[in-house]
């Protein structure tokens, strides 16, 4: 302990590169390098470095765009939306209609990932993986052609997320322009996951969240060489992003729930019930994702799962796409006790169906939506015996809760759920509540998130 204490107090390895301007140090004689998490040794931020960042920043921006204008195409093909909620497009449609459309998806994202698989079957595409593991390698090629297939059968109705094409993408741009510039291995691996997290931002139009995203998920650093560079990125691909997409929140219409003692409590049973689910749905994303459709299994099964969300889309049609709609009622109070607790329940199973089917694609808003509902559901019992409170706070507690819980991610989750909605403020203090309870019990009982369990197995 007592080296550890030296080193520690000492100057010289928190030495910063570049050197600050000024090389003298204050009256005390202390160094500016005392502070923790003002350097690293990691990756330097170097010039050449802050300009591949802001070029990252513009490309990740650009990517999200283009791939939320393809969803928009096949939104609007398959059930002809333009705007308000998908789920009422799809319900002005035929059962038959919305069956053949989810069959038509699993037959083109077969034969696609078959293709991807088979023939570039050695490039990463694991953005995951090529952070916490690699160098930080992205392929162009197979990455480019997974988002776009991705947010292809999700416009179709597939029962998966959306951010991961952008994620993947905006990594991808920080691969690239990586080599482009030259730049080390660790200034790859930070500019790859800057990207990353500044693609989920400017989807989402989430900068504070998508930049939290990066140090506290991809990097697991809050020291500044990595909050400076992941804040600006997801500034740029966020600002870049209006160009195209909308600067306002993705749900604009909450209402500004007040708090009370009553959440207050809830909120403690909410996190403990939250947690438990949480680590059994995934098990189950893990479990499905190890058992994904191979070779030429993909062709009946992906299919054959699609045609099943497609024949439960006849009757609820809120669990086609990634499940915004779900959690956008949830928030506003609407859905009966019963329909929440079905939609809970069949929107993970069928999104880890998909990703067992072979499927690529995300788990944020499938589990952002799962936690909205199970909070409504929850919210209305406890109503039965504490009136008063609107059943839409319990929506958003819940996906906040099942959110962090989920992706490991406390601080994120509850900033990207505040910038999702521009509201809860007031929920502030049974929303930590209820995230910190729901997250330490996953990490004490399993501590998997749906971005590790995901990950495919170590060849040792």
Known sequence: MGNMFKKRSGESERQRFPQPLIKSRIASGRGAMEQPNVTSDEAPLTPKFWIALCLTGVATGLFGIALMW?????????????????????????????????????????????????YLKNEKSEIDEAIWTGDGELSLRRSFLTSFLSEIVIGLGASIGREAAPKLMGGVSGSVLSHWFDLTSTQKRLLVACGGGAGLAAVYNVPLGGAIF????????????????????????????WLYLSSGPTYGDIPNFKFSSSLMVWSLFAGLIIGVVAVLFIRLIGFMAHKRAKGNSIFWKMPLVFGIVGIIGVKYPQLFGNGKDMAHDAFLGLGSAGLLFLLFALKPLLTSLTLGS?????????????????????????THFY????????????????????????????????????????????????????TT???????????SARLPRKVE
């Not at 072979?358 to 406890?382: D, E, H, N, Q």
Request: charged residues 5%.
């Open 70 to 118: 393809v969803l928009k195409q096949f939104e609007h093909l398959a059930f002809n939306y333009n705007s308000g909620s998908y789920s009422d497009a799809a319900s002005a449609t035929s059962g038959v209609h919305r069956v053949v459309v989810l069959l038509a998806s699993g037959l083109i994202g077969a034969i696609g990932w078959f293709l991807i698989r088979r």
């Open 214 to 241: 990066t140090a506290e998920v991809l990097i697991g650093s809050f020291t500044l060489p990595t909050v400076l560079p992941a804040l600006a990125c997801s500034l740029i691909a966020t600002w870049t992003g």
């Open 358 to 382: 072979g499927a690529a694609g995300g788990l944020f808003t499938p589990f952002l939506s799962t936690g909205a509902v199970l909070g409504a559901f929850l919210g209305i019992i406890w």
């Open 387 to 438: 009136p008063g409170t609107p059943i839409g706070a319990f929506a958003l507690i819940g996906a906040a809760a099942m959110l962090a819980s989920s992706m490991q991610a406390p601080l994120a989750s509850l900033v990207i759920v505040f910038e999702l909605t521009q509201s809860g403020f007031h929920l502030a203090l049974p929303m930590i509540f209820a995230t910190t309870i729901a």
């Open 441 to 451: 019990l996953v990490r004490q009982v399993d501590g998997y998130s749906i971005y």
